[in-house]
């Protein structure tokens, strides 16, 4: 019992020293444009045009994400690019390329974007903005 | 001679008059598309203590995050983590609960909820806390234990 005392002490301790992502309050903002879109396409995956903005004074790292509706990855859709650095009230452009499920002519996708988080600071939480987009197959 | 006198004041006066133009309005059309966004300007960690029984942790200190749509129409999602990230050594079988509060607002201790919690337009400036205990209710080795909490803003 006295063991596990102690060692609790120690864990309270080891806790007590994590303190995540710095002590004031960032500067930033970043946000995706534009947040809603519907694409339409003859061919079996469609592209979304997106800007992602930075309204922070300083330049930023921004990484992204595509996902499901439900926040499950989706691994088949790509990126012209995972990673931009936008500098001050600056945007940068992305190309998503998204195929249509097997036999289907409508997808419902998440984009999202995130600050990168700086090097050797753990981050609990993480902060994405997604935004939510409609592929529609005109033809087949 | 005073006819021709006469003559050249009345044309004088008359080029002299202002041309009175026929009154016309014109509207100058100013058009400009607002596109809603969400911003997340700030997203501070929180930290973790050990619970009083030694088999899980719970929040110190709240995380803290200011989440701001600038329209309706967007929701929070906050992702209930299903294991740490990083432990001293292994990694138990974890349940973790989360709430999230909005002291100014009109949010208190809300649980964190698969389809999403509406935002109101506007800033939201949240305190997000989260626990996690073992499932078998082991004691937790000594050491550092990290959980990590996606809050997303969702259009």
């Given at each position: ?5 102690m060692m609790h002490r120690c864990a309270i301790l080891a806790l ?125 | ?49 050990v ?90 080795a000594s050491g ?12």
């Open positions: 019992m006295r063991g596990v005392t007590l020293a994590v303190c995540f992502a710095g002590a004031g309050a960032p500067a930033w903002a970043q946000a995706l444009a534009p947040m809603r879109g519907e694409a339409r396409s003859l061919t079996d995956r469609f592209a979304l045009q997106l800007r992602a903005v930075n309204y922070g004074e300083e330049a930023d790292h921004y990484q992204f994400e595509v996902l499901n509706p439900d926040f499950s990855a989706l691994p088949d859709a790509r990126m012209d690019r995972r990673r931009v650095t936008v500098g001050a009230n600056s945007s940068a452009g992305l190309i998503v390329l998204i195929p249509f499920e097997e036999g289907e002519d409508e997808r419902e996708v998440l984009v999202c974007m995130e600050r990168q988080p700086e090097l050797g600071q753990p981050m609990m939480i993480r902060g994405q903005v997604c935004g939510r987009y409609f592929g529609r197959r005109l033809s087949r | 001679m005073r006819r021709i006198f006469l003559g050249g004041v009345t044309a004088a006066i008359l080029a002299a008059a202002p041309s009175a133009a026929p009154a016309t309005t014109n509207n100058m059309l100013f058009t400009g598309t607002v596109i809603g966004t969400c911003l997340i300007p700030a997203a501070v960690g929180g930290t973790l203590t619970n009083s029984a030694g088999t899980g942790v719970q929040t110190l200190v709240a995380g803290t995050a200011t989440v701001s749509p600038t329209t309706t129409g967007y929701s929070l999602y906050l992702d209930t983590p299903t294991a740490f990230t990083s432990t001293p050594s292994g990694n138990p079988a974890i349940t973790v609960t989360g709430t999230f509060t909005e002291p100014l607002g009109s949010f208190s201790n809300e649980p964190f909820v698969p389809g999403g919690t509406p935002l109101t337009a506007g800033a939201h400036a949240l305190e997000i806390s989260i626990a996690a205990t073992t499932d078998d209710a082991s004691v937790l550092v234990y990290t959980l990590q909490v996606t809050l997303r803003c969702v259009a």
